[in-house]
């Protein structure tokens, strides 16, 4: 069974940093595409950044220079650096893997599966 479970949210004054994380099990992160979403109360689910199996990643425009992902294949964990964060950051934030049958740069929710439970991000003014 596939399971991915995302921790590391809080809440931090604007201009601070977390780190979220993204543990997988029943799959191995290093040979698979992976994204970051986000919600926002009232919003649909907003793609944040891709990593694919090469370790290349691709970044929403609005999180570009501010947030970065990473990869450790020996936890089977990603990890989601967010830098400088603005108050609309603030969302549930979720990670998932990509369905096999996509292909190309995929940026909607629907190109994915696996959803974790996500974990909340609250940024203050």
């Known amino acids: 069974q596939v399971q991915l479970v995302e921790s590391g949210g809080g809440l931090v ?3 601070g940093s977390l780190r979220l994380s993204c543990a997988a099990s029943g799959r191995t992160v290093s040979n698979a595409a992976m994204a970051w979403f986000r919600q926002a109360p009232g919003k649909e689910r907003e ?3 891709r990593i694919d199996r090469t ?9 570009k220079g501010r ?3 990473s990869r450790d294949n020996s936890k089977n964990t990603v990890y989601l ?3 400088s964060l603005k108050v609309e950051d603030t969302a549930v934030y979720y990670c998932a893997f990509q369905k096999v049958n ?3 740069l995929a940026t909607l929710p629907e190109h994915y599966l696996n959803w974790g439970q996500g974990t909340q991000v609250t940024v203050s003014s």
Do not use: R
């Open 47 to 49: 793609f944040v950044v």
């Open 67 to 69: 947030f970065t992902l």
């Open 13 to 15: 004054q604007a201009g």
């Open 55 to 63: 370790a290349s990643t691709y970044y929403a425009d609005s999180v």
């Open 102 to 104: 996509v292909v190309g």
């Open 81 to 83: 650096q967010m830098n």
